[in-house]
């Protein structure tokens, strides 16, 4: 019975967590949607903003990693995290809306395993 009840208790807690993940990807990808609306009407300071609040989710993804129990997944999270937030940056800069985009492609697809893995 105790076995039972362990197994509902690590099902729950990684669902919560797994449902958790793909908000903050959600989020992420609707902060970079509106960085650019903001870059394409050379709205440098909204843009910036956006970027910005979705470079802190991007972050936080990686600082919650678990590099031992994730193995080479979770390495090559990171560096995907890493890659996202310095393009991100280049493209805050460089005011173009097509890096963001890529960050928004790479976002979507990692949130659809999530979702997958949730469901």
């Known amino acids: 019975m105790k076995g039972i009840h362990a197994y509902q208790d690590t099902a729950t807690t ?13 989020g992420a990808v609707k902060f970079l ?18 970027i910005s609040k979705a470079q802190d989710i991007i972050t936080e ?9 994730g193995g080479e997944i ?5 560096k995907l995290y890493f890659f996202m937030n310095d ?3 280049k493209a805050n800069t460089k005011n173009d809306p097509e890096m963001i985009r890529e960050v928004i492609t790479l976002l979507e ?6 979702k997958a893995i949730t469901n």
């Open 74 to 78: 979770a390495e090559n999270l990171r």
């Open 109 to 114: 697809e990692l949130n659809q395993g999530w």
């Open 33 to 50: 949607k509106l960085a650019i609306k903001e870059a394409e009407v050379e709205n440098f300071e909204g843009k910036g903003k956006y």
């Open 61 to 69: 993804l990686n600082a919650v990693l678990d590099m031992e129990a």
């Open 87 to 89: 393009r991100l940056s």
């Open 14 to 26: 990684t669902q919560g967590r797994g449902r958790l993940i793909v908000m903050l990807y959600e």
